[in-house]
């Protein structure tokens, strides 16, 4: 995934990413995330507590990167300033893939290097 495309176009690969997150066992529930660089100040992220199964397009949020979600949209992502510290210094970077795999996770909370 780029921060190319269309803002659509966007929103439904965002929505593929975070279902194939889920379906690949790379998270569970209503953890991780998913964005994507819509401009040099907005990002396009998931929102905060909608499960996979029933995320649309349309529930991705469009937020600067400061956090200031457009007005009437769902909240985005907790984690969201993971993503916006990315993106501000790493110019490059067109999109984030967050997640909480069971292995990482396990290494993390063991305060082991992933291998």
Known sequence: MTGSGSEQELRQTIVEAQCNLVSRGLTTGTSGNVSARLSDDEMLITPTGVAPDALQP??????????????????????????ADIYREKSVVGAVVHCHSTYATML????????
Do not use: F, K, M, Y
């Not at 993390?108 to 291998?115: G, L, M, N, S, V």
């Open 108 to 115: 993390a909370c063991a305060q082991r290097p992933i291998p």
């Open 58 to 83: 349309e529930h991705v949020v469009r937020t600067r990167l400061d956090g200031r979600p457009v007005a009437g949209q769902l909240a985005p992502s907790s984690e969201w300033r993971i993503h």
